[in-house]
């Protein structure tokens, strides 16, 4: 798969709310522009907590003095105070994107891990229940699941919660595929999580196939992205729509990549499976396979739940439609939905294929 060796360094420091400053990372001329993001956590937090100490020590001070001492002194620090406080407030508000207005999920049942997946390889690196699977990498081993059957288009989703710390060189995926039925010419729809250092941030791979590698030569179209929230902390939700015209990947129901059928030869027809897995990609998965997986920090563990699964099954009936992911149940995005996609973009989007000047354009006209 193909990896841009030149991304973006995002500098991590838990403790707050974050406040994102934007800085290039090349200068105005440079033929492609990549933000750097340096997270500042703490900041609004202590300044707040400097300034409260401040007005309970002139409360204490003052409740032995004359008011008309202590009003001139209290009135303008409290204000201060009480700015900060809300200034800070509204910009660790500010960090997600805008409302999409709809969410899809929510028009998709959720399915029972058994109900519609099964293991694949790796079973001693698995535990599943009804409602989730936990599947963990070390040294012997990674492990991965798959759909009970194939499908022709569908909106397939899970929650995913990712391991923290050193995971450099490991990969944690929920994609569709159908390299078991077309090896060496397949095609795919990736939703991927490349490991990191403890000092970076996780970079969720998007990627789409197209008879991927028939001759040898590995076409990938992937667009890369950092998240507005911690993938370690919490679930949260991923998602891809595949439909006969586009597909379209989502994060918590907030649209960050439309890739739509411009061609026969650049959009995937054939009917795939839905996997999830987790493996070790050293030669390429963080920072151009400079960083690798290190079994002192095993294992490494992924964690699902939460299925979504809507899908047109291979060979089923030819009235089967995918779901609709807008409100307008026309297929399409509605304009809200858009302009929360456009902001991920411009705020979080770190690689896309169509602006690396390394790559061969004649093989992705769709650029």
Request: contains cysteine.
């Amino acid at each position: 798969m193909h990896s841009y060796p030149h991304q973006p360094k995002f500098h991590r420091i838990y403790g707050g709310p974050s406040v994102s400053l934007f800085i290039p990372s090349v200068l105005p001329h440079s033929s492609m522009h990549k933000p750097v993001f340096i997270t500042f956590f703490n900041i609004w937090s202590q300044y707040a907590f400097n300034h409260l100490v401040l007005f309970v020590s002139l409360l204490i001070a003052c409740s032995s003095l004359p008011s008309l001492f202590c009003l001139p002194f209290m009135a303008p620090i409290f204000s201060l105070f009480l700015s900060f406080v809300m200034l800070s407030w509204s910009i660790a508000q500010g960090q997600g994107p805008p409302s999409p207005g709809y969410s899809p999920s929510t028009s998709v049942r959720t399915v029972k891990f058994d109900q519609v997946f099964k293991n694949l390889w790796g079973p001693q690196h698995q535990r599943a229940d009804q409602d989730s699977i936990t599947i963990w990498l070390d040294k012997t081993s990674g492990s991965g699941f798959k759909s009970i059957q194939p499908y022709q288009s569908g909106y397939f989703g899970a929650a995913m919660k990712l391991q923290p710390g050193y995971t450099a060189g490991v990969i944690t995926s929920f994609y569709l595929s159908n390299n078991e039925d077309h090896p060496g010419n397949h095609d795919e729809i990736d939703i991927e999580f490349l490991g990191t250092t403890p000092d970076e941030l996780y970079t969720l791979q998007t990627n789409v196939y197209i008879k991927g590698s028939g001759d040898g030569n590995i076409i990938g179209r992937e667009m890369k992205f950092h998240l507005w929230f911690d993938p370690t902390q919490d679930f949260h939700n991923y998602a891809a729509l595949w439909t006969p015209n586009e597909i379209i990947f989502f994060v918590d129901d907030v649209p960050i990549r439309r890739y739509t059928r411009k061609s026969e030869a650049t959009f995937p027809t054939r009917p795939m499976w839905v996997y999830g897995s987790i493996w070790d990609a050293s030669t390429w998965a963080t920072d151009n396979g400079r960083y690798k997986a290190n079994y002192n920090y095993q294992p490494f563990v992924g964690k699902y739940t939460n299925f979504k699964i809507s899908g047109c099954i291979a060979g089923g009936p030819a009235s089967c439609r995918p779901p609709s992911v807008s409100p307008s149940d026309t297929g399409s995005l509605s304009q809200q939905q858009l302009a929360a996609m456009n902001w991920v973009q411009r705020n979080y989007l770190v690689y896309d294929y169509c602006q690396d000047p390394k790559r061969d354009h004649g093989q992705i006209p769709e650029c």
